[in-house]
């Protein structure tokens, strides 16, 4: 199993970017029962979780990021998205994405990918 997280990149203030993480290998059943989720980690600081799709599509984000980021998935691609808008500098960090299978062992990351703001 692995998870390519693509998408990150230098925005500036005000900007917008579109994070896409595929599940290649995973087994469809495994990712329609996960939970589904993105987090970052900025230099200096403990990684954070910033927004969250569980199994039955109910969403949560933290409030550093309601109103701004979507998250949302594609069953059948086995992807996990993250649209980000209106960024701002506090949101430059490593994106990584993350499947956690409920009542289940298994719990992929990806390798992250760079987000850097501009003000």
């Known amino acids: 199993v692995q998870l390519q997280a693509s998408g990150g990149g230098l925005v500036q203030a005000g900007g917008s970017l579109r994070l896409s993480c595929p599940g290649s290998?995973?087994?469809?059943?495994?990712?329609?029962?996960?939970?589904l989720a993105w987090h970052r980690q900025a230099p200096g600081k403990e990684r954070e979780l910033v927004a969250v799709?569980?199994?039955?599509?109910?969403?949560n984000y933290a409030d550093s990021v309601k109103g701004r980021f979507t998250i949302s998935k594609d069953n059948r691609k086995r992807t996990v998205y993250l649209q980000m808008n209106n960024l701002k500098a506090e949101d430059t960090a490593v994106y990584y994405c993350?499947?956690?299978?409920?009542?289940?062992?298994?719990?992929?990351w990806g390798q992250g990918t760079q987000v850097t703001v501009s003000s």
């Open positions: 993350n499947v956690k299978e409920r009542d289940g062992l298994a719990n992929y």
């Open positions: 290998g995973i087994i469809l059943s495994v990712f329609t029962n996960s939970d």
């Open positions: 799709i569980y199994s039955g599509g109910t969403t």
